[in-house]
């Protein structure tokens, strides 16, 4: 089987196509359509806002974008190439990583052995399997370690990396699965309500380095119901709700727009 190193080099065009791609998705639960028809794309080095009220469905679509749920129909690219039905550790290792709304770090590992879990081999195998099996830390893995400390420091975390994760705040533990996931190099970054539950001083530190991975060329997602961080991160922000795609354009525009304040009313009534 052609790996997913070789596939990342085989065509130039490969690398103009959007980084993610999703075409007309659908996920129904049920008599639910969590998502019902949304298409959207993420192009190389654009940060896109998500917005939408309390069970609008945008952490579904995040779902089906990273793998871990499959869609009802439609369809997923990511550079170019169609995902729709692979499983997400492959998508990780295309370059799709997500953080999830509510993180559930290992609590009673350290710091760093949380970060160590993000580790990918090219073929999309954990890393993180071998670690602790005396005798067998290679030289790749000692690389491993390293780029765990490095991306620590990145999150401000370094101070923390020998403690349990249980000791972490909320959002310290934003923080450590955004370093987690870049363990992986991914092109694309999924962020799910970064700023939610998190203290200003933390949010200011996060919201600093999200624009830092932007700033180095990553391309993001990001849904937030904070309107004055999508304001400041993203010059594009999609609104969504019902499962259906409602507005888009700048976040003044979105905030401004009929149809998304009537949707939010209609959430809070
Ligand atoms: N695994 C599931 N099984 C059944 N229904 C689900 C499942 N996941 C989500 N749903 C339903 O799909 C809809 C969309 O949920 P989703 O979590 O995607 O919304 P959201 O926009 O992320 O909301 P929030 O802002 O509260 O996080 C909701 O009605 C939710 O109850
Ligand atoms: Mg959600």
């Known amino acids: 089987m052609q790996s997913v190193a070789d596939e990342k080099h085989d065509t130039a065009s490969i690398n103009r196509s959007p980084v993610i791609d999703a075409r007309r998705l659908v996920k129904r639960f049920g008599g639910i359509t969590a998502v019902a028809g949304i298409s959207l794309v993420l192009q190389q080095g654009e940060m896109i806002g998500l917005i939408g009220p309390n069970g609008a469905g945008k952490t579904t679509l995040f779902n089906l974008i990273a793998g871990s749920l499959k869609p009802s129909s439609g369809e997923i690219w990511i550079s170019g190439r169609e995902v729709s039905q692979e499983r997400p550790e492959l998508r990780i290792a295309r370059g799709v990583g997500r953080t999830f709304q509510i993180p559930r770090p290992f609590a009673e590992m350290t710091v760093l052995e949380n970060v160590l879990t993000g580790a990918q081999e090219q073929d999309g195998e954990r890393l993180f399997a071998n670690f602790f099996n005396p005798g067998r830390v290679a030289g790749q893995e000692r690389a491993a370690i390293d780029k765990a400390r490095s991306l620590l420091s990145f999150v401000t ?23 987690r996931i870049l363990m992986a190099d991914p092109a694309a970054i999924l962020l799910d309500e970064p700023a939610a539950g998190v203290n200003p001083a933390l949010l200011e530190t996060i919201m600093e380095r999200v624009l830092e991975l932007h700033a180095q060329g990553k391309s993001i997602l990001l849904i937030e119901h904070n309107m004055d961080m999508i304001s400041r991160l993203c010059s594009r922000v999609m609104a969504m709700a019902s499962g259906r795609h409602l507005a888009e354009g700048t976040p003044d525009e979105v905030a401004t727009n009929p149809a998304v304040i009537e949707a939010y009313l209609g959430g809070a009534a």
């Open 157 to 179: 975390l370094s101070g923390l990396e020998n403690e349990p994760a249980r000791v972490l705040s909320g959002g310290q533990r934003k923080l450590l699965e955004l370093a």
